[in-house]
């Protein structure tokens, strides 16, 4: 028997509203690096967006908490696993590859843009670093310190070093240069910086 077909097939409520999100965030993107994030307003997004001012407060309670989704949704892994740093057994060509890899997109301008609007917003509101610290900061310092872990077993780093103080020498300098813009970011400051760190915590 074939499908009667006469009556119109009713639209996904769901997947409608999933597709007006993902414009949201994309217009939030696009507009931070446009404009600058002083100059990007709800209106604006919602217009850029094609959906309605209310549709965004719905979802967010901020322009902040919008442009924080934007750049979350950049950042998630195809892993299900989630986030995972790369395990040759060389810790110091490990650190290189994802320090390189940071420092490509700090100096990428579509990355650059949306990830300095997100730190004026975290600086400014509390529940905002909140939800920064635990739904992407946290989980990526703990893929961060699993891997450091690894080369403790491994003999590499030393046994008793202080994790978060590892992570915290060799990412400083490189946000301080970031955001002061006092220095180019290139792949031989990555280096640099990952054999510097590897020094001071060496067995």
Not at 14 to 24: H, N
Not at 53 to 76: C, N
Not at 100 to 112: G, H, I, L, Q
Not at 187 to 200: F, S
């Amino acid at each position: 028997m074939l499908p009667d077909v006469s009556q119109p097939r009713k639209p996904n409520p769901a997947r409608r509203s999933e597709r007006s999100r993902q414009a949201v965030l994309a217009a939030a993107r696009e507009l931070v690096s446009e404009l600058g994030y002083a100059k990007v307003s709800i209106e604006a997004i919602a217009s850029r967006a094609g959906v309605g001012k209310q549709t965004i407060y719905r979802w967010w309670p901020s322009k902040g908490a919008v442009i924080f989704d934007s750049f979350l949704a950049l950042s998630e892994s195809e892993d299900e696993d989630g986030v995972r740093l790369p395990d040759t057994g060389d810790i110091g060509a490990d650190l290189k590859t994802v320090m390189r890899a940071t420092v490509a997109e700090f100096a990428d301008p579509a990355f650059e843009a949306p990830i300095r609007a997100l730190n004026l917003e975290i600086i400014a509101d509390p529940a905002l670093a909140e939800a920064y610290r635990e739904k992407l900061a946290g989980p990526v310092d703990e893929a961060k310190k699993d891997r450091l872990r690894s080369a403790q077993r491994a003999g590499q780093l030393a046994a008793d070093a202080d994790l978060d103080l590892v992570l915290e020498v060799l990412y400083a300098p490189l946000y301080q240069r970031w955001l002061h813009r006092s220095a180019p970011l290139t792949p031989q400051y990555a280096d640099a910086l990952v054999e510097a760190t590897l020094r001071a915590f060496a067995p």
